[in-house]
């Protein structure tokens, strides 16, 4: 979202009254004021800086890197470079700490609680669409997130004929790629529109470049996508549900990310198999970042969108 600054200055009013003065009577010149004193000039210079880098960006400068170690994100996905994941050496801190910068909002808004419960949500969704886990899986089975970066085998293309707005280019298909798993010509186009690649044309750029890969994961993140919110905003709680919304019961918390990632096919189900992966994720995540789930963190009495 673009952030418009304006900066005032009396000085830049003092010089307009020197040009008048200069029109109106030939004779005024300027004069030269004293040298400043080296404490004043550093006044100035500090004041100058303030005035140009509000402390909005003086948080964002320290980036989501002050809550996220690299230590901590290898905790986090101790198997995602295993022999057996095929995404090996494919989700390196490094591409993830990069893309995040492309959506400086990510991870920076609110108490430090929230801010780190956003990561820890986006991680552990991004995980269980990933997921190389299963039931006995060493460590655990929410011990395998960032195991795979391509959907394996398919069952379409992924192409929605009918959207005239993003059609589908001749032999592309657009099936699950990178850590959200982005599918479908309508969020391959719009993706690739925001972050400057042909998304429809090169599809598989999203599996080949690290950076582009994890910047398609927080796109969708940070999206709103009527009438689904963001789930930025639902998890930083800018979320202000509609009437339809609350007639669907569809409250804030980490079951309405789920609800907007693939709610038609997972949510208004009680206990299922596929929420409670993305719930387990989550718990292991919030417990390492050291903070709460917050409420409502399944869909199961929720209606899709």
Not at 2 to 17: A, C
Not at 176 to 183: E, T, V
């Amino acid at each position: 979202m673009p952030i418009h600054k304006q900066h005032k200055y009396v000085h830049s009013q003092h010089l307009i009254h020197q040009q008048i003065n200069q029109k109106i009577n030939p004779t005024y010149k300027l004069h030269m004021a004293p040298p400043l004193s080296l404490p004043l000039l550093l006044t100035i210079i500090l004041f100058s800086s303030s005035a140009l880098f509000p402390l909005s960006e003086a948080r964002h400068s320290k980036h989501i890197s002050s809550l996220i170690s690299q230590n901590l994100y290898n905790s986090i996905f101790l198997h995602k470079d295993d022999t057996a994941c095929p995404a090996k050496n494919f989700y390196p801190y490094s591409a993830f700490i990069k893309a995040t910068k492309r959506f400086p909002s990510f991870g920076s808004c609110g108490s430090p609680a929230t801010r780190k419960r956003e990561i820890a949500a986006f991680l552990a969704q991004i995980s269980h669409e990933t997921t190389g886990g299963w039931a006995t899986a060493p460590d655990g089975p929410y011990s395998w997130g960032l195991c795979y970066k391509e959907e394996i085998s398919p069952g379409s293309n992924y192409c929605d004929s009918t959207d005239l707005q993003w059609p589908c280019y001749p032999n592309k298909t657009y099936q699950g790629r990178g850590p959200i798993q982005l599918s479908w010509n309508f969020n391959y186009g719009p993706a690739g529109k925001a972050l400057g690649f042909n998304g429809l044309k090169t599809p598989e750029l999203v599996s080949n470049n690290s950076v582009l890969a994890f910047k398609t994961a927080l796109w969708f993140w940070m999206t709103e996508q009527k009438p689904k919110p963001s789930c930025h905003d639902v998890m930083t709680g800018k979320y202000k549900p509609t009437a339809a919304d609350l007639a669907a019961n569809r409250t804030a918390g980490y079951g309405l990310v789920t609800n907007i990632i693939n709610g038609r096919l997972e949510c208004g189900i009680v206990s299922d198999a596929r929420v409670n992966d993305r719930i387990g994720y989550f718990r292991r995540y919030a417990k390492l970042f050291k903070v709460g789930t917050g409420p409502n963190v399944d869909c199961e009495s929720q209606k899709s969108f």
